[in-house]
Every structure is written in structure tokens, then in C-alpha cells.
């Protein structure tokens, strides 16, 4: 059978990256970039195969999907969050997302434009001039009082720390699990073929915590006739419909409180320290809020003229994209670019390594907002922070929204100022997060019709 090329003997250590995450990142980007769209090593007792291409991404998440499965990285995933849309296989998938689909369809999400600008205003009125925040901790409270007023209809901003705290917990055990959890998998799979429904085995104090946080609100919520989340959970929407029992509720909430407020957090602070780092961009970015919004909140009628806004974000997502990479399993030996994959390998893709690739996109790992206006367009699936296929993110419409009207409502008032040039590398995790906190000074911006009034005041 051929094998893609790829490192051999030694050069794989690098994989672990000298005990530094960012030196994992340079593994495999160089690999990537050596051994062209498909590659692979030896990690361990097991071949990992590199799919660095946009047209054979397209093949495993679209043209061959129903051919290939989850990884393991879904089945730690799953110790956390339980039997949920983003760790099911099909058809299970598909009809949990049956279920979940309506919270998500374009007249919902144009509902969530409002909360998603007033929660953004709340938090910018908090705010005070000088005053030294860490960005990171900052989207993360206001990404979850987002979530929790839009999704499920109540008020998360008391439980941001909580939730951080177990994150940053289940981050540092992960750190160790997921490199080791290829050796433990077959045991883990036995567990969970005779306790299916059975306490997690990894973070059980964990997941106590995050319903100890949830449960009263499933329980003020119940019999609720809104299309959000939570309702669309709690109620049967016809009579072929089975009614979820209150693990499988909870299990759904925890994700998406999870993967609903983490993901554009780590999205929001590194598009403010691109845009600290990059001030011609900041610039053109404040000049357009001014221009589009004056002295009010955006109105979900703004977001197609805050065009540049909406740029920002999607270059902060191709360099930083949330999720590092994730894999796939084939179901069956099948043929990708005249290479067997062999049944249940592990193919990995990265939005992080295709998203800077030079091949589609010139000067990758330069912040470019003005790319997209300019530059040829690249393939589909050269871009896909997202994932793709059928088991593509739920919330891209939300993500993609409450990125621009939460970027918009603060630089509206605000300014961030780094407060020290130390450089800032991805720290390890399921997301990609900085591997430090970012710093950074507020500095409160006048509005245009101040401005104006001003001007006119100094006038002879």
C-alpha cells in the first residue's frame, strides 16, 4: 500500500512540539508545506495522515462524508459534554439537528441582532477610560451573557467566572489526555458500551458544576413557547417527535453554553490584538463605525453596510480560526489523491494550516483584512473556521453575526491599547486560545456628532 510522504524517525517528535504548543503548530505546518496536500507519520502505534488541500477537504467533509466518522478528539469531547449534536455520529446527528435546526433558521437569528447589540452596549457602558482589562476574560462574560439572553433566554453574566474556571480546568487535564487518549480509546469505548449513559470518567466534578449552573434555568424555562434553544429542547414539536428526557437536555445546553460563548470569545481577542497590532486597520475599521452607526448601536439593518467590520472578522478567523484542527475516521479503505486510507486512520484537518497556505491565500500569515475585497477568491473549502458537510457548526450564522455587532458596538466607544509588545502564541486546547492573558488599555473614543459639536465650538 503506498503511504503519503512525511517525517520519519526523529523529525515526528517534533509533533510534541519541544513541550510547546506553538512548536506543534510549526510541526505540522511545516510538514504540510514539505510534503504537499496529503502527508502522514507515525505517532505512537498509529498513522496520521495531513490533508492540506482544498479540494480533498471538500471530498472527506462533503463528496465522501457519510464514508467517514469522528475521531477520537469527539470521544474525549464527549466525556464533557455527553451525548450531544456535536459529538454524535448518523443518523443520530441528523435528528438531534432536526430538532435544534429552527433556533438557527435566518428569521431566528435576525431576533438575536438586538440582544446581541444591547448586551454589547451594557458591557461598553461598564467599561472605564485607563482602565487595564484582559480581553480574553472580557469576551469571554460578554460572549456568554450573549448566549445565555439569546439562546436560552436567561442571564449567564454571574456565571462567566464559574465557567471559565471550569474551562481552564478541563483545558489543563485535556493537555495530557488527548496526546495519551489513543492508547486508553478501546477501554473508554468499553466503558461506554456497558454504562452508556454513565458518569464521565475523566471530568465528572466538572460537568456537576456546569449543571449545578444550568438546571435552574431548565427548570424557570419549562413549558416556555419561544423557538430558542431551550424551548426548542424542553417541548415536542409534533407527534412523530420523542420528547428528550432530562439528561439529553442538559447534555445539549452544556455544548452549546460550551461551544456557543468559547469559540467567538477566542475569535474576539485575537481580532483585538490584530487590530492593536495592525492601526491602519483599526483606523479604517473606526472610520466606518463612525460613518455607519454615528452615536447609536448597530441594528442588524447595519451589518451589510459595516463591510469592512465584517472583513476584520473573517481575517481574524483565517489566521486564528477557533478550533486548531479536528479528524475524521473512514468507515471504510478509500482512495484519497491515489493513496489508501485504511479503515478507522485518523485524518486530520486544519483550518489553522490550510488557512495560511500561500498556495491560496498571498501573504498568509499577514492580518489582510482587504484581501477579500482584492485578492482572487479562493476555494471553498480553503476557508472553513467552521468546519463543512453535514456536521458543519450549528451556529456559523450566530458566530458570524454577534462577531461584527459586538466588534462594531464596542469600537464605537472604544479604543484597546496594548499595554506590553511581549509576543502572544496559541496556547494549547481543544480551541485556540492565547497561550497568555492579553492586556490592554481602554481608551474612550469621542462619537462623530461630539466631534462635530466640538469643531464647531472652536470656530471663531
Known amino acids: ?154 442571564d449567564f453574566r454571574e456565571s462567566a467566572d464559574g465557567v471559565a474556571d471550569v474551562l481552564q480546568r478541563v483545558t489543563k487535564r485535556s493537555r495530557w489526555l488527548a496526546p495519551s487518549f489513543a492508547l486508553i480509546e478501546p477501554a473508554v469505548n468499553f466503558y461506554r458500551r456497558v454504562f452508556p449513559r454513565g458518569p464521565s470518567l475523566f471530568f465528572q466534578a466538572e460537568r456537576k458544576e456546569l449543571e449545578a449552573i444550568i438546571m435552574p434555568i431548565v427548570e424557570r424555562r419549562r413549558g416556555a413557547g419561544t423557538k430558542d434553544i431551550l424551548s426548542l429542547l424542553l417541548n415536542e414539536h409534533d407527534e412523530t417527535d420523542k420528547p428528550l428526557n432530562q439528561q439529553e437536555v442538559q447534555n445539549e445546553i452544556v455544548t452549546f453554553v460550551l461551544a456557543g460563548h468559547e469559540t467567538t470569545a477566542s475569535a474576539l481577542t485575537w481580532t483585538w490584538l490584530l487590530l492593536a497590532n495592525h492601526p491602519q486597520a483599526a483606523a479604517r475599521l473606526h472610520a466606518e463605525v463612525d460613518s455607519v452607526l454615528g452615536d447609536r448601536e448597530p441594528t442588524l439593518e447595519d451589518v451589510s453596510a459595516l463591510a469592512y467590520t465584517s472583513l476584520v472578522f473573517q481575517e481574524a478567523m483565517r489566521l486564528y480560526p477557533p478550533a486548531l484542527a479536528f479528524a475524521r475516521r473512514p468507515k471504510v479503505p478509500l482512495q484519497l489523491a491515489g493513496y489508501t486510507i485504511p479503515r478507522q486512520a485518523s485524518v486530520f484537518l486544519s483550518p489553522y494550516i490550510t488557512q495560511r497556505n500561500p498556495k491560496y491565500f498571498q501573504q498568509p500569515d499577514e492580518f489582510r483584512p482587504e484581501r477579500w475585497e482584492t485578492d482572487p477568491a479562493p476555494p471553498k473549502f480553503a476557508y472553513f473556521p467552521f468546519g463543512g458537510g453535514a456536521k458543519m457548526c450549528i451556529g456559523e450564522p450566530f458566530a458570524k453575526l454577534e462577531g461584527v455587532l459586538v466588534l462594531a458596538t464596542l469600537a464605537r466607544q472604544w479604543e484597546l491599547e496594548r499595554v506590553e509588545d511581549d509576543p502572544v502564541h496559541p496556547g494549547p486546547g481543544w480551541l485556540l486560545n492565547p497561550n497568555r492573558p492579553i492586556c490592554m488599555r481602554l481608551k474612550q473614543r469621542v462619537a462623530p456628532s461630539h466631534k462635530r459639536i466640538n469643531h464647531l465650538a472652536n470656530l471663531p
Open 1 to 154: 500500500m503506498l503511504i503519503p510522504p512525511g517525517p520519519r524517525g526523529r523529525e515526528v517528535r517534533g509533533f510534541f512540539g519541544g513541550g510547546s504548543f506553538a512548536g506543534t503548530l510549526d510541526f505540522l505546518d511545516k510538514t504540510a508545506r514539505r510534503f504537499g496536500p496529503i502527508s502522514s507519520f507515525r505517532l505512537l502505534h498509529k498513522r496520521i495522515y495531513l490533508v492540506d488541500d482544498a479540494d480533498l477537504i471538500k471530498e472527506i467533509l462533503v463528496t465522501q462524508q457519510h464514508n467517514f466518522e469522528r475521531d477520537s478528539g469527539a470521544k474525549l469531547l464527549r466525556e464533557l459534554v455527553g451525548d450531544a449534536l456535536i459529538t454524535r455520529e448518523e443518523p443520530d446527528h441528523r435528528e438531534r439537528r432536526r430538532v435544534l435546526q429552527p433556533a438557527f433558521h435566518r428569521e431566528q437569528i435576525a431576533s438575536y441582532a438586538q440582544i446581541m447589540s444591547t448586551e454589547s452596549g451594557r458591557f461598553a457602558r461598564e467599561w472605564r477610560p485607563g482602565e487595564i482589562v484582559d480581553v480574553r476574560k472580557e469576551m469571554r462574560r460578554l460572549t456568554l451573557a450573549i448566549v445565555g439572553s439569546s439562546l436560552f433566554g436567561a
